[in-house]
C-alpha cells in the first residue's frame, strides 16, 4: 500500500486497500459493534459531565461519559449509549464549549457520531488492541477529515503509535504519570515531538495537585478535585476578576473564582452566565429582532428568580447587608425592565439592552456587591467540613 503524507506529518492511509473488510465497504457493520448489539443487555443510559478546567480554574468544557442506570451492566448495546447523548443535546452544547466524547474506532465507523462533529468537539479515541492500528489510523484521519478534534491517551506515546500521535490534539496523561517527576518528563518529550499537541491531566484529586500539574505544564486537569470546595489562590482570582471586570467580553466562561460556596446561588450564576453567552451569540449570528427578545425575557425571568433566592439564603445565613443587597437587586431589575420595555417598544436597539443585562446586571453585580458575601458561605462550608 503505498503512502502519503498527512497535514500532521507522518503516514496517510489508503481508504480503499490493505484495511478489513468492514473499513472499505464490504459490510456495513464491524464485528465487534455487530455482536456487542446483538448480544448486550439493553438498559438505559445517563450521561456523567466531567468537567474540564484549564489554567485559569476556568470550566472550557466538559468530558460526556455514558453510565448505565440501575442495577445494569456497564457494557452495554452501543446503539443505545449514541442515543443517549443525542438525548444530552450534546451537539447543541459543542457549538460554544469543548466536548470531549470517548469512543472507539469500531464505534466511529459503525455509528453516526459525526452528528455529533464540529470545531470544538474532540473524541477521545481508545488505542487498539491487540492488532488494528491500520484501521485505528483510518479512524483517527477520518475524523480530523469530518471537522473534529483526536484526543489520545498517554500511552500513545509508545513508538507503534507514533503515526497517530501526529493526528492528536489533546493527549490524556494518566494520573500515575505525575509521580517521581513523570509527568514532566513526559509532558517536556512530548512537546519537543509536537509542540501544538495540548496535554489534559485526568484523575487530579485535589486543588494543590491541580496546580502541581499546571505548575510542569499540563494544559487541562479534570477529576474529584472539581466537586471539592475551591481552594482559591488570591493573587490568581484578583488578577481573573480584574481582567474580566476591565473589558468587553466576546465570551461568557465560568471560572472557579466566581463561585461563592453555595450551590444555589453558584447555579443561578452559571444560567445568567450561559443566557448572557446565548445572546450574545443570537447578536452575533444576527438572529431577529422576536428571537433576541425571547432570550432577553429569559434571561430577565432568570434573574428575577435568582434575586429572590439569593435574597432567602443570605437571610438564612445572617448576612448583615441582606436589606441593602436587596435594594441594589430592586435598582437592577427596575432599570433593566425598562430597557426591555423600548428595546420591546423599538425605542432601542439590542446593544444597550445587552450591555446593561451582561455587564451590569450579572458580571459587574456579581463581581462587586455579591462578592462581598462570598467569606459567607465559605466560612460555613469550612464548618461543616469533617475534621482531618
Known amino acids: 500500500m503505498a503512502d502519503t503524507t498527512g497535514a500532521h506529518g507522518g503516514t496517510s492511509l489508503s481508504r480503499t486497500s490493505d ?5 472499505s465497504g464490504a459490510l456495513a457493520c464491524p464485528p465487534a459493534v455487530m455482536q456487542a448489539c446483538e448480544t448486550a443487555p439493553r438498559c438505559e443510559f445517563k450521561v456523567m459531565r466531567d468537567e474540564v478546567l484549564d489554567g485559569r480554574s476556568r470550566i472550557v468544557g466538559y468530558r460526556f461519559r455514558t ?7 456497564e457494557q452495554s448495546c452501543p446503539i443505545t449509549k449514541l442515543n443517549a447523548l443525542k438525548a ?7 457549538q460554544h464549549r469543548m466536548a470531549v466524547i470517548p469512543i472507539t474506532a469500531d464505534e466511529w465507523r459503525a455509528l453516526d457520531y459525526r452528528q455529533f462533529v464540529t470545531p470544538n468537539v474532540l473524541f ?8 488494528g492500528t491500520s484501521a485505528w489510523l483510518w479512524t483517527l484521519e477520518d475524523i480530523r477529515d469530518c471537522g473534529a478534534g483526536v484526543a489520545l491517551d498517554s500511552t500513545a506515546m509508545e513508538p507503534s503509535f507514533a503515526d497517530g500521535l501526529r493526528l492528536a490534539d489533546i493527549v490524556f496523561a494518566n494520573p500515575e504519570c505525575g509521580k517521581d517527576g513523570a509527568l514532566a518528563e513526559m509532558i517536556t518529550a512530548l512537546r519537543q515531538r509536537h509542540p501544538a499537541v495540548r496535554v489534559a491531566v485526568d484523575g487530579v484529586q485535589s486543588w494543590r495537585e491541580y496546580r502541581a500539574c499546571l505548575d510542569v505544564g499540563a494544559d487541562y486537569c479534570m477529576g474529584p478535585f472539581t466537586a471539592l470546595p475551591f481552594e482559591p489562590d488570591e493573587a490568581q482570582d484578583r488578577t481573573v476578576v480584574e481582567s474580566v471586570l476591565n473589558c468587553k467580553l466576546v465570551q461568557f466562561a465560568w471560572y472557579r473564582v466566581f463561585e461563592c460556596g453555595n450551590e444555589d446561588i453558584d447555579g443561578d450564576h452559571r444560567a445568567l452566565f450561559a443566557l448572557a453567552g446565548e445572546l450574545l451569540n443570537g447578536i452575533v449570528t444576527g438572529k431577529p429582532r422576536s428571537r433576541l427578545l425571547e432570550t432577553v425575557e429569559l434571561l430577565m425571568q432568570t434573574a428575577d428568580l435568582h434575586f429572590v433566592r439569593e435574597e432567602a439564603a443570605l437571610r438564612m445565613a445572617g448576612y448583615a447587608k441582606v436589606v441593602e443587597h436587596s435594594a441594589l437587586h430592586r435598582a437592577l431589575s427596575d432599570k433593566a425592565a425598562r430597557m426591555v420595555a423600548d428595546f420591546k417598544a423599538g425605542d432601542v436597539e439590542i446593544g444597550p439592552v445587552f450591555e446593561f443585562l451582561a455587564e451590569d446586571l450579572i458580571v459587574k453585580h456579581m463581581l462587586g456587591a455579591d462578592r462581598e458575601f462570598f467569606p459567607l458561605f465559605a466560612r460555613q462550608g469550612a464548618a461543616a467540613s469533617p475534621a482531618a
Open 67 to 73: 453510565v448505565a442506570t440501575g442495577d445494569g451492566p
Open 19 to 23: 484495511l478489513p473488510a468492514y473499513l
Open 88 to 94: 444530552d443535546r450534546l451537539a447543541s452544547f459543542a
Open 124 to 131: 477521545h479515541v481508545a488505542l487498539p488492541q491487540n492488532g
